[in-house]
């Protein structure tokens, strides 16, 4: 990646991994940050899109941005033993990634010295590519849980939590490279908000937004702009994909079949029977069912075997591993890539989101014939809005 000598050099490995007891001491304070009852990771995650959720957009005002194919992280910003500013990077894993303190700084409005701690910001790190060639890391906000250790955020509405991130750190830091644009080039990565539209404006998405984005794209997403932030699983989150690229991340378990030797294997001192880890075995994709139990999904993981002579030559560990799977066109499931930024598997309730969101597919043409009902639906609340006010 070619970037500045401070910006970080891979997105998957932001920084310095914090090991036992720190890590447990920073799951622990965001914990009581949050006023949460677990130390897992808090961040959102999305529903698939299925048909039924074009009423959804109907019914409830939306925001619609784009969904980058980058690394999801939330940007804890704190303070360490001697009260200086410091950031993590907090993955899927719940793992923390240290940001050299003096590569990142988020100022306080009207004081560029002061810093914000006890603050977390939710976000996808993503690589983009400038005019040039070059490569510069971004981190694109989408969302905020806390400010200066005020964690009832989570139970504002999403316009509300975005307007105090735009107001409290967006427009301090903005204001900060303004006036002193030399600090650009000493920062781990470059921060951004991600684009906002109301949900009617999807042609505009496709037309005009995506294909100016420097950095490789997904799909959608689509955030109710009423509801409160739900840690895990929120069904006001749509996330939309063409429908070719629906995926699936499971655990892969391979199953090595038993041979029998022959005769000038067994003359080479080879047993009767072995394990032949050569053949392409049988690949099978488990699904989370939740509290460390995982369950046997219906259908097997293809692999041809020029994919197996390739897998092998990678030389690394295959049995067990987080991997990301689609379909291909005769309806097998085909592996995308490995998942490595993954503990688990998704988890059986994703898995069905996905399912039916596959065999209910909507097309970029289903949402871009929706647009217009779902305008009219969102003014038309509007009107109704402004005519209780005035009465």
Same mark, same amino acid.
């Not at 990678?314 to 799977?325: F, N, S």
């Not at 499931?333 to 988890?347: C, G, I, V, Y």
């Not at 609340?381 to 009465?391: I, L, T």
């Given at each position: ?8 050099? #891979? ?6 991994? &914090? ?30 899109? &299925?048909? +039924? ?6 019914? @409830? #005002? ?7 194919d ?12 001697? #009260? ?7 993955d899927?894993?719940?793992?923390f =990634? ?8 988020? $100022?306080?409005? +009207?004081?560029?010295?002061?810093? +914000?701690?006890?603050t977390? %910001? ?5 690589? !983009? ?7 510069? $890391?971004?981190?694109?906000?989408f #969302?905020?849980? &806390? ?14 939590r ?19 644009? @030399? ?6 990565f470059?921060? *951004? ?18 294909p100016k ?34 995926t699936?991340?499971?655990?892969l ?6 041979? /029998? &030797? ?9 047993p009767?029977?072995f ?9 099978t ?17 293809? %692999? /041809? ?7 092998k ?14 379909l291909? *066109?005769?309806?097998r499931?085909?592996? +995308? ?11 059986i ?10 065999? !209910? ?12 009902? %779902?305008?009219?639906? =969102?003014?038309l ?11």
């Open positions: 990646m070619d970037t500045d000598a401070t910006a970080i050099k #891979d997105i998957a490995q932001p920084g310095i991994k &914090a090991e036992y007891p720190l890590l447990g001491a920073l799951r622990e304070e965001v914990q009581r940050l949050l006023n949460r009852g677990t130390r897992g990771f808090p961040g959102a995650q999305p529903v698939s899109f &299925a048909r +039924h959720h074009l009423d959804a957009l109907r019914k @409830e #005002d939306y925001y619609v941005c784009e969904k980058s980058g690394i999801r992280y939330l940007l804890y910003c704190t303070i360490d033993e001697h #009260d200086t500013e410091t950031h993590y990077l907090i899927r894993k719940n793992d =990634w240290y940001i050299n303190k003096r590569n990142l700084h988020f $100022p306080m409005p +009207h004081d560029v010295a002061a810093f +914000h701690s006890g977390l %910001i939710d976000g996808e790190l993503v690589v !983009d590519t400038m005019p040039d060639g070059g490569k510069e $890391p971004k981190f694109l906000v #969302d905020l849980l &806390a400010l200066d250790g005020k964690a009832d955020l989570v139970s504002k509405p999403l316009d509300k975005l307007g105090y991130f735009k107001e409290h750190v967006m427009k301090p830091y903005k204001a900060m490279l303004k006036e002193y644009p @030399e600090e650009k080039k000493f920062q781990a470059q921060v *951004e908000m991600k684009e906002m539209q109301f949900s009617y404006g999807i042609e505009m998405m496709f037309r005009e937004v995506l984005l420097k950095h490789h794209n997904d799909g959608l997403i689509f955030t109710c702009r009423t509801s409160p932030y739900q840690f895990g699983t929120d069904p006001h989150i749509i996330k939309w994909k063409p429908p070719s690229d629906n699936v991340d499971f655990r378990h391979l199953h090595f079949p038993t041979v /029998a &030797a022959t005769d000038d294997e067994l003359a080479e001192g080879c009767p029977k394990v032949d880890y050569d053949g392409v075995p049988e690949a994709l488990m699904v989370n069912a939740g509290q460390g139990n995982y369950k046997r999904f219906d259908e097997p993981l293809y %692999i /041809a075997e020029d994919e197996w002579d390739k897998l030559a990678l030389g690394d560990p295959l049995q067990d591993r987080v991997i990301e799977c689609g291909d *066109e005769q309806r499931w085909r592996l +995308h890539r490995f998942r490595d930024d993954k503990l688990e598997a998704n988890h309730t994703t898995v069905t989101s996905v399912m039916e969101s596959i065999h !209910d597919a909507v097309s970029e043409g289903d949402l871009l014939n929706a647009a217009k009902g %779902i305008k009219d639906s =969102w003014k609340r509007q009107q109704q809005q402004q005519q209780q006010q005035q009465h």
